[in-house]
């Protein structure tokens, strides 16, 4: 199959070079010269724009920041420019009411798309093992599914255009409420005389058992590794989990959802971010504490 794949960065690069491992020819796009570079190294076919890498596609797949890039690059250059029938699926993080609007131009133009966010960070995207939440309808998601299953270790089909963003959301928000309820309990038990070490030990295999804990422990050299091995560089940066805060807060007012853990999260990241730390794990939270 002929992929393009548009946006080539920390994320974008991995799942690329599985398409082609897959033996899938991928035409690659990105503004920067060393990411295209890097994809050419992985067996990518580099284009120096984004209709030329979509102008022969069966499909389409973008990884790009934010919503407002997301439509204008369909909108600009995806749209019209692929071939009529191809298969979009916006692997964006982004808000919902962009995720439909794009898809509603994509189907009102005769192309099928779906939104794939996707949850797992850089080591996941490059060793194929994402978790892809997909929205669209269920024949979509079977076209959908063939693209996404050399990335990924699960594909899951999470209802109607905009639900993977839905999952996307909910799912972070939950993760950043776990991680500084990890920091905290964690700091607390070091204060009140009980080593990391040990508390980790009871801690993971009892009630407070949560991923944050197991899997990602924030405090270095105590359990899992993780980014706090090494100062809290590499992972999921706090920038990113402040943007997605920011997406379930903005989701939260449309749906009237009554979020204050959500909202509690947020601000505690954003002080974060503000004070110079954006490009830190999400799990420096706990040098706050």
């Avoid at 693209?147 to 209802?159: Q, R, S, T, Y």
Wanted: charged share 15%.
């Amino acid at each position: 199959m002929k992929i393009a794949f548009i946006g080539l960065g920390n994320m974008g690069g991995g799942m690329a070079a599985n398409l082609v491992k897959a033996g899938h020819q991928v035409h690659a796009f990105d503004l920067s010269e060393a990411a295209l570079a890097k994809a050419r190294e992985h067996g990518c076919e580099t284009f120096s724009t984004v209709p030329e890498a979509v102008a022969e596609a069966d499909a389409v797949v973008t990884m790009l920041p934010n919503g407002g890039i997301v439509k204008s690059v369909y909108t600009a250059d995806v749209i019209g420019k692929a071939p009529k029938g191809a298969l979009f699926l916006d692997c964006s993080t982004i808000d919902v009411a962009t995720a439909r609007e794009v898809a509603q131009l994509a189907g009102d133009a005769g192309y099928i798309m779906v939104d794939a966010p996707v949850s797992g960070g850089i080591a996941a995207a490059n060793g194929g093992t994402l978790t892809f939440m997909v929205g669209g309808t269920a024949e979509a998601f079977a076209k959908a599914e063939a693209v996404l299953k050399p990335m990924a270790k699960a594909v899951i089909h999470a209802g109607q255009i905009g639900s993977g963003q839905v999952a996307k959301m909910c799912n972070n928000m939950l993760l950043a409420i776990h991680m500084i309820g990890t920091c905290e309990a964690m700091a607390l038990a070091e204060k009140a005389g009980l080593s990391p070490q040990k508390f980790y030990e009871i801690s993971s295999k009892s009630t407070g058992y949560c991923w944050s804990l197991n899997d990602y422990t924030p405090v270095p050299g105590v359990g899992a590794a993780s980014p706090a091995d090494n100062d809290y560089q590499g992972g999921f940066a706090s920038a990113l989990m402040l943007k997605d805060l920011r997406l379930a807060m903005e989701g939260a007012q449309g749906a009237r959802a009554n979020v204050p853990l959500g909202q509690h999260a947020t601000k505690i990241y954003e002080a974060f971010v503000e004070g110079g730390n954006g490009a830190k794990d999400f799990g420096a939270i706990f040098t706050t504490l």
